[in-house]
């Protein structure tokens, strides 16, 4: 019992918790901002967590994963400017193509190691970054509007920002749990192994290359999912959601949270997003202040913030 | 001999301009335990590199039990019952002992593509894995992180993985490799035992274990087989002495 | 056909550029085995220097002068305070660490010198047209640029092929431990290496600010070239650089020059404008995909460690 209660068990209920009572908390004080703003926080832990999977457990660094953002928010967004409003329709096409975008750059990627791995990944961000601005139809660089959120038949409604934040939730918790029994199963076992010693595992039996390939597929699919959520969260989708900042944030909230955790991602881009946005308020400049902290975390803090309260209990 | 488990025939590898593996011919029969000595750099890790599958030769060709794998990749070659331990330790230091031997267990259980049940509960390799950590001696230790375990007890546990693959030839490269004098012995009563079940090629510069258990002997300087043969004929031999096994080169126990 | 010229050189010149930035990336890599993201960041600093100094002291040469004195130093004072107590750890680690620095330096900028550009304008004798060819001029400022790339080129192969420092740089990249071994000091060496690398990008930005731009974030962009050359040229390898970088830069400038005409015969007037910029970004990361499927380790990897 005294395990269960570490800190950062303790932690992670609170923010379970907190995350799931903050309607109660917003509808009482009328505080809609800070119900969006948690909104934008959930997706992109959707995001991180998915990252998570390859970075954390499967060792893969990708950083063109925001690439599944723009992905999954453009299925959503083509859809609509064509009429197509359903959710029933536009939620599967995003998880299609960005599982097959994730097959085709994978198989390819997958070849190369260290930081040929990252800046490849890299590159196949960008070029989709360049395509979606290239598409003049949906609005190329100045971005697509969506003018009306996908439509469920009624099950549930997207413009209501309750239920939309409650579904993002449910989408956060439930790809978490995915991952949990993913990383657990012999598959998740297979990953990690290469992860820790890839000629071992080989010398095992093991092929390598398709394993990681199922894993960067399963993880792009995810993500999509976050960018048809995050396309119906601002009613836009653009190519710069795609740009490699946006990976690198994605990169700095899993690290941050702690690598190969299961909740380190959530946790991240929690502390992440709110720090950009408490810094934002207080300075138009919070970047001054944001980038030598990442330096400062870096240095000083392994396993980001779950590893440091690991750490903390420990000592 | 009537046909062997293992066949290698004039092998060759070049890194550049060094040729690390010369023309190399060998002989391993099934239930033998073949010594591979020599000095440092002779070549022996590459030539078990070969077998194995992490590097390709340039020419020559490698047959187990009649069948070519010169060219099989190196995950397939496990399967085919074909197992290794490293020279240098390599082992999933993030996992337990158990969960090592298991993963190798599992790779021999058909496929992984399982998403949802949790791996640690299957109870049938947990099993075998346990099975194979008695046999070596670390079944008490089964639970223990592989970073946690002293030297000696991470390279039983190299043969542990090893053997949970249920391999036909094992190859072990320097298994006592850092080993104190009563873990020694132990390994060396623990490769007794073991050849009795699986054909063994052992590479290994303690020249007491290799004398005590080795059918045949092969001798590898600067990359080339210079005898081969019975350990009485291989300790008579003059060229082996002066290359190998002469004064300035008495190598003993480690530790 | 003038046009082709033009453009040829054009590229030449874009390539000699990316050249200058990725031979700095790629010796950081190649010896300190450091991602440094902030390169670009460098790259930035070294244009603003240059805008803010030419302003002050009114004179185009010494103004660049002092901005690559200030972007070398600025270098060496970032690898002192931060960087150096990175090395050896993992990559992921340069690259939030860099990428930290990244986001500092933007909003640095933004704070010094406000959000909006600068201009860096030309003396009168760097724009006189030079006539290099019967009926062909080509800017005075543009074959400066790629003069002086070269020699800068030249004078890095004759420092890492020729001299001591040069030797020791080509063995720290292909055996770190080997170089400490020998007792030379590794920090002086790695500081002075990082140094030479920010005095490149800085190079890089001052020299193409007169023509193509100087604002917040010029470094995000072009950096991403730099990592595609140096992993197309093989990291650690200037030669490897070098070639890459001249390819680059003359796909790019030849794409963007041709596509567009290309493109228009085939498609739709408004479909073609806003495809053909983005086609031509395309071609490098293309060009980049199909040198890693076949060449995973780049066309003139280093040593294997």
Not at chain 3, 155 to 179: D, H, K, Q, T
């Amino acid at each position: 019992m005294k395990e269960l209660l570490d800190a950062r068990n303790v932690i992670v209920a609170l923010v379970v918790a907190g995350l799931l009572l903050l309607p109660l908390y917003t509808s009482i004080t009328g505080n809609i901002f800070v119900l969006t703003l948690f909104t934008r926080i959930v997706i992109f832990a959707l995001a991180a967590a998915s990252l998570n999977l390859i970075m954390g457990y499967g060792g893969m660094m990708s950083f063109g994963h925001a690439a599944y953002l723009g992905i999954g928010g453009y299925a959503v967004g083509i859809l609509a400017a064509e009429g197509i409003g359903s959710g029933f329709i536009q939620w599967p096409v995003a998880l299609a193509a960005s599982a097959l975008f994730a097959l085709v750059v994978g198989a390819l990627s997958l070849r190369t190691r260290g930081v040929y791995f990252i800046m490849i990944t890299l590159a196949f961000a960008q070029m989709a970054y360049y395509i979606a601005s290239g598409l003049a139809r949906y609005g190329g660089d100045d971005g697509l509007t969506i003018y009306k959120r996908s439509t469920f038949d009624g099950l549930i409604n997207l413009s209501s920002r309750v239920q939309f934040y409650y579904l993002c939730l449910a989408c956060l918790f439930g790809g978490i749990y995915l991952i949990w029994r993913i990383v657990n199963s012999r598959f998740g076992m297979v990953v990690q192994g290469l992860r820790s010693n890839e000629a071992r595992m080989q010398a095992i039996g093991f092929p390598a290359s398709r394993y990681r390939l199922v894993c960067f597929v399963i993880a792009g699919t995810m993500c999509g999912l976050a960018g048809a959520l995050l396309a119906n969260n601002t009613d836009f989708v653009s190519p710069a959601v795609m740009y490699w900042t946006r990976s690198g944030d994605l990169m700095v909230m899993v690290i941050l949270g702690g690598m190969g955790s299961l909740f380190g991602p959530m946790i991240g881009a929690i502390v992440y997003l709110l720090l950009e946005e408490l810094l934002s308020q207080v300075t138009e400049y919070w970047a001054l202040i944001m980038g030598p902290l990442l330096l400062l975390i870096v240095l000083f803090g392994h396993g980001g913030i779950l590893g440091l309260l690991g750490r903390l209990r420990r000592g | 001999m009537a046909d062997p488990l293992l066949r290698v025939e004039n092998l060759v590898l070049r890194f550049g301009g060094i040729v690390a593996t010369d023309n190399v011919s060998l002989d391993v029969a099934g239930g033998e335990l073949h010594a591979v000595i020599g000095p440092n750099g002779a070549g022996k890790t590459t030539l078990i590199s070969q077998l194995t599958g992490q590097l390709l030769p340039h020419s020559g060709t490698i047959r187990l039990a009649g069948a070519d794998i010169t060219r099989v990749p190196a995950y397939r070659r496990s399967a085919l019952g074909l197992a290794r331990s490293f020279q240098i330790t390599s082992l999933l230091l993030d996992f337990t002992a158990i969960d090592n031997v298991a993963l190798a267990a599992q790779a021999h259980d058909g496929h992984s593509f399982y998403f949802w049940s949790n791996a640690r509960k299957e109870r049938h390799l947990r099993r075998t894995a346990l099975a194979a950590l008695d046999r070596v001696g670390l079944g008490h230790r089964a639970d223990v992180l592989v970073s946690r375990l002293s030297h000696g007890e991470q390279r039983e546990l190299e043969l542990a993985v090893a053997l949970a693959t249920k391999p036909q030839l094992l190859l072990l490269d320097e298994p006592m490799a850092g080993l104190g004098s009563t873990e020694s012995a132990r390994m060396v009563k623990l490769l007794q035992e073991l050849r009795r079940e699986v054909t063994i090629v052992l590479v290994e510069h303690d020249m007491d274990a290799v004398f005590a258990l080795a059918d045949r002997i092969s001798v590898m300087v600067y990359g080339r087989v210079i005898a081969s043969g019975a350990p009485a004929a291989i300790r008579q031999n003059e060229e082996v002495r002066r290359a190998y096994l002469g004064d300035q080169h008495a190598v003993t126990r480690h530790g | 056909m003038l046009l082709v010229v033009e453009q040829f050189l054009n590229g030449l010149q874009f390539g000699l550029l990316l050249f200058l930035l990725a031979a700095g990336l790629t010796l950081v890599f190649g010896i300190m085995d450091f991602v440094n993201l902030a390169h670009g960041s460098l790259y930035m600093m070294g244009a603003y220097f240059a805008a803010t100094f030419v302003a002050w002291t009114g004179n185009f040469v010494i103004g660049v002068m002092l901005a690559l004195g200030a972007t070398l130093l600025l270098g060496i004072v970032v690898e002192f305070v931060a960087l150096r107590h990175l090395y050896g750890r993992d990559h992921l680690d340069h690259v939030l660490a860099t990428f930290g620095l990244i986001l500092f330096f933007n909003d640095a900028v933004r704070l010094i010198w406000g959000p909006a550009g600068l201009a860096l304008p030309l003396p009168a004798w760097l724009t006189v047209p030079i006539q290099i060819m019967p009926g062909v001029f080509y800017p005075s400022y543009r074959l400066a640029i790629i003069v002086v790339s070269l020699l800068v080129a030249a004078f890095l192969y004759v420092v890492v092929m020729r001299s001591r420092l040069g030797m020791l740089i080509r063995a720290g990249a292909s055996n770190r431990e080997m170089i400490g071994a020998l007792g030379i000091n590794i920090k002086l060496l790695y500081t002075l290496v990082f140094g030479l690398g920010a005095a490149l990008a800085g190079l890089a930005g001052l020299m193409q600010a007169p023509i193509l731009t100087v604002q917040i974030g010029m470094g995000e962009n072009i950096l991403i070239l730099a990592f595609v050359i140096i992993v197309i040229g093989g990291i650690g390898s200037i030669r490897g650089a070098f070639l890459a970088a001249i390819f680059v830069g003359l796909i790019d400038t030849l794409g963007r020059a041709f596509l567009p005409d290309l493109l228009r015969q085939m498609l739709s007037s408004t479909a073609a404008s806003t495809a053909a910029p983005a086609l031509s970004s395309m071609l490098i990361y293309l060009l980049m995909a199909i040198v890693l499927v076949l060449r995973p380790e780049g066309l003139f990897p280093a040593n294997r460690r």
